[in-house]
């Protein structure tokens, strides 16, 4: 199917099968497919971008391998202290970025404890 698109040459297309195949691809072919909007992710967990996985009818299997939005995960979180109240177990980066984000730019929730010990409420 990629190869019936003018815009994309041969090495193009086989490095993007290398990448829905999870075959090694260097650093110069990283940054070339990137460059090009045609692979997401960071490295070595590349998926190919949206716009090849709907031409190659692959919309499916894109939005698994995408993850899901941080969005989602800030819902959860404040979610979860709606219910419970406050979380002292942030000790994953996602988690710890999410709730930097939370706090710091979107103001969502606000520590009411120390920076040692963070205390995690909803801010209203």
């Given at each position: 199917?990629?190869?019936?698109?003018?815009?994309?040459?041969?090495?193009?297309?086989?490095?993007?099968?290398?990448?829905?195949?999870?075959?090694?691809?260097?650093?110069?072919?990283?940054?070339?497919?990137?460059?090009?909007?045609?692979?997401?992710?960071?490295?070595?967990?590349?998926?190919?971008?949206?716009?090849?996985?709907?031409?190659?009818?692959?919309?499916?299997?894109?939005?698994k391998l995408r993850?899901?939005?941080?969005?989602?995960y800030k819902s959860?979180?404040?979610?979860?202290?709606?219910?419970?109240?406050?979380?002292?177990?942030?000790?994953?980066?996602?988690?710890?970025?999410i709730i930097y984000?939370?706090?710091?730019?979107?103001?969502?929730?606000?520590?009411?404890?120390?920076?040692?010990?963070?205390?995690?409420?909803?801010?209203?």
């Open positions: 199917m990629l190869m019936n698109r003018p815009n994309l040459d041969l090495k193009t297309v086989v490095l993007l099968d290398r990448v829905q195949k999870s075959y090694f691809i260097n650093d110069n072919e990283i940054k070339y497919l990137k460059t090009q909007g045609l692979i997401e992710g960071r490295k070595p967990n590349f998926h190919v971008a949206a716009k090849i996985a709907e031409v190659s009818g692959n919309k499916t299997e894109y939005i993850g899901l939005k941080d969005t989602y959860m979180i404040l979610e979860y202290l709606s219910k419970y109240g406050s979380d002292y177990k942030q000790k994953e980066n996602k988690v710890r970025n984000s939370m706090s710091k730019r979107d103001k969502t929730i606000l520590n009411t404890g120390t920076n040692r010990k963070p205390n995690w409420k909803k801010n209203n």
